[in-house]
C-alpha cells in the first residue's frame, strides 16, 4: 500500500484527514478549510484551500476529481478535472470549483468539496518518427462515430 504523508497548515485545525467515504472508495474526500463561508456565483471559479501540504510517493499521482453530489445537484465541479498533484510538489493542495448552475453555492469550512485518488503513472520517452502504424480508426476523434 502506498503512503501519502500529509502535512496540515494552520488553516486545516480540527478537520479531519482526508479518508475514504466507505471501505471501497477509489478515493479520499477534501475538505473546504475555508476560515468563514464562501459563496461562489453562478458562472464564477474559486480556489477553496483544503489546508494540507501533502507529498505523493514517486511514480503515482494523486488526481483531483469532482464530487457526483455537487455536480449533479448544484452544477458544481472542478474546473481542470481532473487536476493533478504530482509526486514532486510539495506546496498548499487547493481545489478550482466551478458553479455551471443557476444559484449562487454556497462552500462552508469542512465542507467535501472534491476527491482525491492515487493513481500509478509510468515516465515516458517521446520518440520523432516519420510515420505511425495505421489503425482501423485511423485519424478519426471528435464525434466521429455519432451519437
Not at 136 to 144: E, I, T
Request: aromatic fraction near 4%; glycine fraction near 12%.
Amino acid at each position: 500500500m502506498a503512503k501519502i504523508l500529509v502535512k496540515t497548515l494552520p488553516e486545516y485545525g480540527d478537520l479531519p484527514l482526508p479518508e475514504p467515504a466507505t471501505s471501497c472508495s477509489a478515493g479520499v474526500d477534501l475538505r473546504a478549510a475555508v476560515e468563514k463561508s464562501v459563496i461562489i456565483p453562478p458562472g464564477k471559479t474559486l480556489m477553496i484551500p483544503a489546508g494540507i501540504k501533502v507529498a505523493i510517493p514517486a511514480g503515482f499521482e494523486w488526481q483531483i476529481r469532482p464530487r457526483s453530489g455537487l455536480a449533479l445537484k448544484h452544477g458544481v465541479t472542478v474546473l481542470n478535472s481532473p487536476g493533478t498533484i504530482d509526486s514532486d510538489y510539495r506546496g498548499p493542495v487547493g481545489v478550482i470549483l466551478i458553479n455551471h448552475g443557476g444559484e449562487p453555492f454556497v462552500v462552508n469550512r469542512g465542507d467535501r468539496v472534491a476527491q482525491a485518488v492515487l493513481v500509478s503513472v509510468e515516465p515516458a520517452e517521446m520518440e520523432i518518427v516519420t510515420r505511425l502504424s495505421e489503425t482501423a480508426r485511423g485519424d478519426g476523434g471528435f464525434g466521429h462515430t455519432g451519437i
